[in-house]
């Protein structure tokens, strides 16, 4: 890679990322049961993405006893910002919650099946390991498939590669996929929806004025100029993207098995 790593890693991934924009799923989600359908199986994604986040947090600062100083000061900072706008960012009402927490009472308000994930947290508050855990939630094997690539990355140990995996393979390609089609089903269903377009803008509005710019910057970071570290983290990023229209591909199935409203 030459030295404009970020452009030229972006550059690669771009065929990835477009094959995500242009993915059918977003047309067929069409009607409030779809959309109810949609985020019964992409709230596990909202999880295992906080996963991926804590996994930084535990590389690249101290969370054990006794403190003492680790890495890159600058770093370590990027990182606790992103986990204090993730982990407790505030609900509409201005009360702290984490996204995933937030996605929860957005799929509350409109009907969709929260019990799948709720299985999935009660599993691991017993002490279950992911795998176990997503069989007790009856997660369906496209799902499985998703979260168990997360956790791979996460295994492997390479905070570079997680780091790539956080900012270029995940949540930054959702929200400018759902903003006009979830204000269109808001207007159709008033109150309904209200909480999940909040959470919508809120992940458009940290992502575009902080988390994006804050993210490459702990990537630059962690890659500095090692090339071998810059195409690990290419490759990695294009995994997750690959996972994602896995991911997609499994909900476009599901909804093919309901009616399609027009």
């Known amino acids: ?79 606790n910002e992103i986990v204090l706008e993730e982990e407790t960012d505030v609900d509409p009402e201005g009360r702290p919650t984490s996204h995933f927490e ?13 019990a799948p994930a709720q299985r999935l947290l009660a599993a691991l508050a017993e002490g279950a390991s992911v795998p176990a855990a997503l069989a007790a939630a009856q997660a369906p094997a496209f ?51 209200d909480t999940f377009i909040y959470y919508l803008n809120r992940h458009i509005e940290l992502d575009e004025e902080n988390h994006a710019p804050l993210a490459q910057q702990m990537v630059r970071d962690l890659c500095a100029t090692d090339s071998q570290r810059w195409q690990q983290a290419a490759d990695v990023a294009a995994q997750c993207m690959a996972a994602r229209v896995g991911l997609w591909d499994g909900i476009q199935q599901a909804l093919t098995q309901q009616p399609a409203t027009a």
């Open 1 to 79: 890679m030459s030295q404009d790593f970020i452009q030229e890693l972006q550059a690669q991934l771009q065929p990835a990322r477009q094959q995500l924009v242009d993915h059918s799923v977003y047309r067929r989600i069409q009607s409030l049961d779809d959309l109810r359908v949609f985020m019964q199986y992409h709230v596990f994604a909202v999880w295992d993405f906080m996963s991926l986040l804590k996994a930084l947090q535990r590389d690249l600062t101290c969370t054990t006893l006794p403190w003492v100083p680790k890495g890159n000061p600058a770093t370590r900072r990027l990182i």
């Open 102 to 114: 937030l996605y929860l009472r957005a799929m509350q308000e409109c009907g969709a099946d929260t």
């Open 143 to 193: 799902v499985q498939e998703f979260v168990k690539q997360t956790f791979a990355v996460i295994a492997a140990g390479q905070p570079h590669a997680v780091a790539a995996a956080f900012t270029f393979g995940r949540e930054d390609v959702i929200p400018d996929m759902f903003r006009n089609l979830v204000a269109d089903l808001g207007q159709r269903f008033p109150g309904q929806l």
